[in-house]
């Protein structure tokens, strides 16, 4: 059953939003009284463009074209639509008896995207999202012109999510481009994309990706039924619309998947989920997942299933390293000295005869150290950025040692623990390893190995709470699914993965033919 949060059921009570809407002010007959609101409306915007125009050299109606500089291309507009109209005239040489919006969409404007609208609302915010307008006089038609003339970041490899074997193209900020990149790799007309706009004042266009046939309908309105609930003026970008949607927003974890790669979108649209991609960001977001899909690289699927398998319990031991070693170094030498072993014990001793903090502030002032370099690397330019985490952490960990500040262990433990932190493949996790690993050296300074067991048992408590649009965020452990066991921890080979997994509760549960990897049981 699809849960919700109390902050959803809030939401809940006041839908907005419909994925069709229109203005209700229509077009006039006069071009005089369209052209005065359409002027009135864009009053103070100093780039946008008025152009009016005679049809057929003056014989014909007057006719105005209007859009944003910089917005669209020019010289597509001179060449596609100003010329054709201004020397419009019939084969004998006569201007047609009527000129308007749908004779000249048929004959004249030699632009691929046209499509036509009859209300106000439609032409400002068409011209808004960067379309041109043409206006025809005693026609209450206007025409849309799709002509982007901004300028677009190339296709490039995706920066945070590098992989040596596949794929090495990434999203870009140009929504359209991104879609593309999608309907290459999935050529099926069941793949479906639904379009909106979010935003009262950004008006983003957000498009909707899934599977007809492989999601499951309740995910896929539920799905639908949040999105209806981001009643938000700017939405810049998918983090906005993740705190709207999101099952519990109070908490640590990512509930959605956010990557810049295609080919991870894809796959996990073939396995049931929905994608949500809006324009001017180059992230898209995946729902529903588990905390075990955010461990999964695409590069598990390119390489042999022993690779993938060895890299993923690489991930899942350094994701325990990385929340637990530093709580469970102030553990064992505050108070559980028996527990190690005694040459270790002395080497220890010997390295914190002289400094002068506990164990805890030790590793709280390392920690927090570890955290001003990697936020002030993230903000500095490429490579100054690379200098300023290798030296920082060489020089500042060197003297801290040297001045009897930390011990030597310390400086081993914050830089494996550092390490091991970028083994995830979604960077979004980071953030709660990072933040959990805090609370649970507090807990190990107080009570030892026991504050930190109860640590990890609010943890896994939480954990099991957690839901992703009603799919719980612990499965295919919690609740035990044996068949998602193949490609969860373990990488099974593909052929022997003949049904999608049964989180999120795909439709078509079938993806492998009968006669497919038959030869590999032989």
């Not at 949607?245 to 396995?271: C, G, H, L, W």
């Not at 002032?365 to 300023?388: C, H, K, N």
Request: aromatic share 8%.
């Amino acid at each position: 059953m699809l849960g919700l949060s109390s902050k959803d059921k809030k939401l809940r009570q006041k839908p907005h939003f419909s994925w069709c809407t229109k203005g209700e002010s229509t077009l006039s007959h006069s071009l005089r009284d369209n052209m005065a609101f359409l002027q009135k409306s864009f009053q103070g915007c100093s780039d946008i463009v008025f152009r009016e125009f005679g049809i057929g050299n003056g014989r014909g109606p007057k006719g105005a074209v209007i859009f944003f500089e910089g917005l669209v291309d020019k010289k597509i507009i001179n060449d596609n639509v100003l010329k054709p109209l201004m020397y419009l005239t019939s084969l004998d040489g006569k201007m047609p008896d009527r000129v308007d919006a749908a004779l000249i969409r048929q004959l004249n404007i030699s632009v691929a995207e046209v499509r036509e609208v009859k209300y106000r609302d439609e032409v400002i915010d068409a011209v808004l999202d960067g379309k041109a307008a043409v206006l025809i006089d005693r026609s209450t038609m206007a025409l849309v012109l799709s002509i982007p003339g901004w300028e677009r970041r190339k296709v490039e490899e995706p920066t945070s999510e590098k992989v040596i074997r596949g794929p090495r193209e990434g999203f870009t900020e140009t929504l359209s481009v991104n879609v593309a990149l999608i309907r290459r790799r999935i050529k099926d007309t069941r793949l479906k994309i639904k379009t909106l706009s979010l935003g009262t004042r950004s008006k983003t266009r957000v498009a909707l990706f899934y599977m007809e046939d492989v999601i499951k309908k309740e995910i896929l309105e539920e799905i639908e039924k949040r999105l209806s609930t981001v009643d938000f003026d700017m939405v810049e970008e998918v983090g906005t619309i993740e705190e709207f949607i999101e099952d519990n927003p109070y908490s640590p974890f990512p509930q959605v998947m956010i990557t810049e790669r295609p080919d991870k979108v894809v796959s996990n649209i073939a396995e049931g989920r929905a994608c949500i991609m809006i324009d001017c960001s180059p992230f898209a977001m995946v729902m529903p997942i588990t905390l075990a899909s955010l461990y999964q690289s695409p590069e598990d699927y390119y390489e042999r299933p022993l690779y993938g398998t060895a890299v993923r319990i690489l991930r899942f031991a350094a994701f325990f390293i990385a929340t637990s070693l530093p709580a469970l170094y102030v553990a064992m030498v505050s108070f559980h000295h028996e527990l190690i072993p005694s040459r270790l014990v002395l080497t220890l001793a010997r390295g914190r005869v002289e400094v002068p903090f506990p164990a805890f502030l030790e590793a709280l002032l390392m920690e927090l150290t570890i955290e001003f370099i990697r936020e002030a690397s993230t903000r500095l330019p490429g490579v100054l950025s690379q200098t300023v985490g290798v030296v920082g952490g060489l020089v500042l960990g060197t003297a801290a040692v040297q001045a009897n500040l930390v011990s030597p262990a310390m400086v081993i433990v914050v830089s494996l623990t550092a390490i091991t932190t970028f083994t995830v493949p979604i960077y979004s996790l980071s953030y709660p390893i990072r933040i959990i690993r805090f609370p649970l050296m507090f807990l190990a300074a107080s009570f030892g190995l026991f504050g930190l067991a109860f640590g990890w048992n609010i943890i896994l408590i939480h954990l099991c709470t957690l839901e992703s649009f009603g799919i719980p965020y612990l499965s295919p452990y919690a609740p035990l699914k044996i068949r998602d066991m193949k490609d969860a921890i373990l990488r099974f080979p593909l052929w022997a993965m003949k049904k999608r997994p049964k989180v999120p509760h795909a439709q078509d549960e079938t993806r492998l033919g009968n006669l497919k990897g038959d030869h590999k049981r032989d």
